[in-house]
């Protein structure tokens, strides 16, 4: 026998037999020590072997001789009885993830839209998925799965039954850091979530209830299948996962049974992005089986410039554009302009714009030739707001900028008097590279030419673009890249979201540094807070540019919004992490 608590919550696992002394056993210590009355109204009472209530409960209480659909309990959310009990739990909780879908379409602002569906109602899943075995909540995900994708296709105005939307499914519910939209496929997710939550209960139940916990071990490790359908279920996840590991690039080792319930724990996640289960085994499980399905089954398929692509807006912050919230008018995005960077990373057809570029080429319908070609003025122009809000970053930091600063007017050694070269900014009064004048670059390129030709490597080798504008940019300026008056740093991104090294090293020092002006305690969060902020700010404006020049969305009125840094306070508040991790009731 054993009791088990969560807050004002009692499960007691006991036999029939000894049923009514158990519960009388419980109920009267807490009403002694604790001054609680036992609310009845709220007794349920199951067996899996069915039959009569025990003596000492009443039908009321007793579930183990209703009709399958009603035959369980729940435990904190999770359903535990006969499968039809699971299933139809299941479907409660689908009809409840219904109602919100059926409103977003109806919402008048399409980002206010997106960032309900993907922090919301694609994670909705998350909590059925680590407490039921796969095989039983394969409907539910199915079903889930396909109502969030028909939402997807409702905010943008495609048909899901077009052949170019449906090749898109696969693509979408890629996380952002591997190329796509991050509304994750809940089958897919399934089996790693399980294999997780075992692997995150068994040093609880090792601490609490050891002889659970070594029975469980025993039974997950042994070569032969578990005498539990749940222990079996984790199982065969862990073979799952086991067979889709990349041997020659494994980005993680699962560990033993044994091992996790002696308190092996994963290191802490740096490439989780805002939705992802950050907590636990659940990144490390999720990212091997997304990045065999990435490798597996969605890049293969694909024509060299679109392969290309998809890696272009692969990568650490990638996809920050999309998770901004829009409380400012520097996150805000237009609904054309969103809808616009949402078909891009889907790989579909934009809304109609010009039909021919400045240079005279019959433009292709995802926006290529524009986001590449240089004879169409429009490089240029969505430049202007990237170095602004750069300009911006660096003043929000603590710096003194400069913008367009002659190399003849920085003194710097070996350059002429006469030469016409210039940077976008020059960063003063920073603590960081022993407080050397920051010289910087801001670059935005495409892997993929104006004609639709992949660069070399590009369809095959994430950041080739970003690898061949830093070299440009080397040769360009070399006075700067080997002077010791000053830092230079090229602040390269691509066209689909990726950025390069030296951009995220930047931002997390600046955060970093900026932080110190806060008390001790505040200097973690206030580090996150300004990365998080600026993180933001940059890749809006990246984005929202593009967007409006491959559509003719008022490019000519381009531009970075002016303001100043919030409060400390105000910021802690306005960009406080994550998405709310609670089951839906």
């Not at 997106?114 to 909540?137: D, G, Q, T």
């Not at 190329?179 to 040093?203: F, V």
């Not at 399905?293 to 392969?307: D, E, G, I, S, T």
């Not at 670059?441 to 070399?456: F, Q, T």
């Amino acid at each position: 026998d054993f009791v088990v608590a969560y807050l004002d919550d009692l499960y007691v696992r006991t036999t029939r037999e000894r049923a009514e002394e158990a519960y009388t056993a419980v109920t009267t210590a807490v009403q002694e020590h604790a001054g609680v009355r036992t609310n009845t109204g709220k007794l349920r009472v199951w067996s899996r072997a069915g039959g009569p209530p025990p003596p000492g409960f009443t039908a009321e209480h007793w579930t183990a001789d209703k009709p399958d659909a009603e035959n369980g309990v729940r435990i904190l959310g999770t359903p535990l009885g006969t499968p039809a009990y699971a299933a139809a739990h299941a479907e409660e909780r689908l009809a409840e993830e219904k109602r919100l879908l059926a409103e977003l379409p109806e919402l008048p602002d399409l980002q206010c839209a997106w960032l309900l569906l993907f922090f919301s109602a694609a994670a909705r899943a998350n909590h059925l998925l680590r407490v039921v075995p796969p095989e039983e909540i394969a409907n539910y995900a199915k079903l889930h799965d396909d109502e969030v994708w028909a939402t997807l296709c409702s905010l943008l105005h495609v048909d899901p039954k077009d052949p170019e939307v449906e090749d898109a499914r696969d693509l979408g519910t890629l996380p952002m850091r591997l190329g796509g939209l991050g509304l994750r496929d809940a089958r897919r997710t399934s089996p790693a979530a399980y294999w997780a939550a075992i692997a995150d209960a068994l040093p609880v139940l090792q601490d609490k209830l050891k002889p659970l916990a070594e029975y469980a071990v025993a039974q997950l490790d042994s070569p032969q299948p578990a005498h539990s359908a749940g222990l079996r279920a984790a199982q065969e996840a862990a073979a799952l996962l086991d067979a889709e590991r990349d041997i020659s690039r494994p980005t993680w080792s699962r560990p033993s049974w044994s091992a996790v319930a002696a308190g092996e724990r994963p290191p802490e996640p740096t490439e989780a992005e805002p939705g992802e289960w950050k907590h636990g085994w659940q990144y490390y499980a999720s990212s091997a089986r997304e990045t065999y399905h990435q490798k597996h089954r969605v890049l293969p398929p694909r024509f060299r410039n679109a392969r290309a692509l998809i890696l272009s807006q692969s990568g650490p912050k990638s996809g920050r554009a999309l998770t901004a919230l829009p409380t400012s008018e520097e996150t805000q995005l237009k609904p054309l302009r969103l809808n616009v960077i949402l078909r891009r990373r889907l790989r579909l057809r934009l809304p109609f714009g010009q039909r021919f570029c400045r240079c005279g080429a019959e433009l292709d319908p995802y926006g290529d030739h524009l986001a590449a070609c240089p004879r169409s003025g429009l490089l240029r122009r969505r430049a202007m707001p990237q170095e602004r809000t750069w300009r911006r970053i660096f003043t929000e930091a603590g710096a003194v900028v400069q913008k367009n600063q002659k190399l003849a007017d920085m003194k710097i050694a070996g350059v002429s008097p006469m030469d016409d070269r210039q940077v976008e900014i020059m960063a003063t009064g920073l603590p960081l590279y022993q407080g050397l004048p920051l010289v910087c670059d801001a670059s935005l390129v495409s892997p993929v030419k104006a004609n639709g030709i992949p660069r070399p490597r590009a369809a095959h080798e994430p950041g080739i673009a970003i690898a061949n504008i830093e070299d440009v940019k080397a040769t360009t300026y070399p006075e700067l890249v080997s002077s010791t008056q000053c830092k230079f740093l090229v602040l390269a991104g691509e066209v689909g979201g990726r950025w390069s090294a030296t951009t995220c090293r930047l931002l997390r020092d600046l955060a970093a540094a900026k932080s110190q002006n806060a008390a001790p305690r505040l200097r973690k969060s206030a580090a996150f807070a300004w990365e998080n902020r600026w993180w933001s700010m940059i890749s809006v404006a990246t984005q929202n540019a593009l967007a409006a020049t491959l559509v003719d969305d008022a490019p000519h009125m381009l531009h970075a919004w002016e303001g100043t840094a919030p409060p400390l306070g105000i910021l802690l508040h306005g960009e406080a992490p994550a998405e709310s991790r609670l089951p839906l009731r």
